[in-house]
């Protein structure tokens, strides 16, 4: 059940800033320059008095890095580096964080004004949670896409998928007892791969039943990447965790057997798609001649 806040800005202004820990909003930024600025004011514009906002420059292209000299009042911390990779990046800002909880938010994307307050709430009062997230909006440029309605959960509700987004709140110390996202993972599926070792003692995420973040659905190159190299990802987490999924031997076939169907069917529409094309090209001279004496 949902613990929400009655009044949100009336028990955010009923406390001192003391009363509130400091939360970081670490952003992992690669050539994003058009949309970076709507992402940092929407981490700075957070319902919640205590937030330190900390960039990472992941060797981001010039127009890039000038939009992040002109947003420098905004940003606490901002570091850079050579091209790493987001995973390298989270783990620079979160260990250069001064907050006991994390944010991971990426630089083309947004949270609405009171997704940091209603997390903060939903960590405080559940010990078990170990990450918050929320219902997400897709969109593109200023039209709004479908409504993602993920579910979170237990380990086991992430073995065999992401069962939430992976920006959302955790607490520091957790993220750093496992050492932070598999620096190692370059081409996506690292919020997964964080997930199963966040919960793999225990616990469960929490997403919030409200569409908080705002997911640009612009071509991004680490979803890109993971669409394209999906079996090897898979093959590098199920080899990392082999314990975990030799213990659920049965389901882990049904998985494999699943993704067999997924990609069959995904061959046998791209060659319906071929044979469409190519027959309509074979015909197309066809029905010219057909219109000319029929018409």
Same mark, same amino acid.
């Given at each position: 059940m949902y613990l929400?806040?009655?009044?949100?800005?009336?028990?955010?202004?009923? =406390? !001192?800033? %003391?009363?509130f820990?400091?939360? &970081?909003?670490?952003i992992?930024?690669?050539?994003?320059?058009?949309?970076i $600025?709507?992402?940092? =004011? !929407?981490? %700075?514009?957070?319902?919640?008095? &205590?937030?330190?906002?900390?960039v990472v420059d992941?060797g981001?292209?010039k $127009?890039t890095?000038?939009?992040?000299?002109?947003?420098k009042?905004?940003?606490?911390?901002?570091?850079?580096?050579?091209?790493?990779?987001?995973?390298t990046?989270?783990?620079?800002?979160?260990?250069a964080a001064?907050?006991?909880?994390?944010?991971?938010?990426d630089?083309?994307?947004?949270?609405?004004?009171?997704?940091?307050?209603k997390?903060?709430e939903?960590l405080h009062?559940?010990?078990?949670?170990?990450f918050?997230?929320?219902y997400?909006q897709?969109?593109?440029?200023?039209?709004?896409?479908?409504?993602?309605k993920?579910?979170g959960?237990?380990?086991?509700?992430?073995l065999?998928?992401n069962?939430?987004?992976?920006?959302?709140?955790?607490?520091?110390?957790?993220l750093?007892?496992?050492?932070?996202y598999?620096q190692e993972?370059?081409d996506?599926y690292?919020d997964?791969?964080l997930?199963?070792r966040?919960?793999?003692?225990?616990?469960?995420?929490?997403?919030?039943?409200?569409a908080?973040?705002?997911?640009?659905?612009?071509?991004?190159?680490?979803?890109?990447?993971?669409k394209?190299?999906?079996?090897?990802?898979?093959?590098?987490?199920?080899?990392?965790?082999?314990?975990?999924?030799?213990?659920?031997?049965?389901?882990?076939?049904?998985?494999?057997r699943?993704?067999?169907e997924?990609?069959?069917?995904?061959?046998?529409?791209?060659?319906?798609?071929?044979?469409?094309?190519?027959?309509?090209?074979?015909l197309r001279p066809?029905?010219?001649v057909?219109k000319?004496?029929?018409?």
């Amino acid at each position: 059940m949902y613990l929400g806040f009655v009044n949100l800005s009336q028990y955010c202004d009923s =406390l !001192s800033h %003391r009363d509130f820990p400091l939360v &970081s909003v670490v952003i992992p930024v690669y050539n994003t320059a058009r949309y970076i $600025e709507q992402c940092i =004011l !929407s981490a %700075r514009n957070q319902r919640y008095p &205590s937030i330190e906002i900390v960039v990472v420059d992941d060797g981001s292209n010039k $127009e890039t890095k000038e939009v992040l000299h002109h947003l420098k009042n905004q940003i606490d911390i901002l570091l850079t580096q050579e091209n790493a990779g987001q995973s390298t990046a989270r783990n620079k800002g979160i260990q250069a964080a001064g907050g006991d909880y994390i944010l991971i938010l990426d630089s083309d994307d947004y949270f609405k004004p009171a997704f940091v307050a209603k997390a903060i709430e939903v960590l405080h009062q559940k010990p078990s949670v170990k990450f918050v997230s929320s219902y997400v909006q897709r969109f593109h440029e200023n039209t709004m896409g479908p409504l993602v309605k993920m579910e979170g959960g237990t380990l086991e509700a992430y073995l065999f998928r992401n069962a939430s987004v992976g920006n959302g709140l955790f607490r520091k110390k957790e993220l750093l007892e496992i050492g932070g996202y598999d620096q190692e993972m370059r081409d996506g599926y690292e919020d997964w791969e964080l997930m199963i070792r966040v919960l793999n003692n225990g616990g469960e995420t929490f997403v919030i039943p409200e569409a908080l973040f705002m997911y640009r659905s612009s071509l991004k190159l680490t979803t890109h990447k993971a669409k394209t190299k999906r079996p090897q990802l898979l093959h590098y987490i199920f080899s990392k965790h082999r314990e975990l999924y030799e213990n659920r031997f049965e389901a882990t076939l049904d998985f494999f057997r699943r993704e067999q169907e997924r990609i069959s069917q995904e061959v046998i529409k791209v060659q319906e798609r071929k044979e469409f094309v190519i027959g309509g090209l074979i015909l197309r001279p066809f029905r010219f001649v057909k219109k000319m004496f029929t018409s």
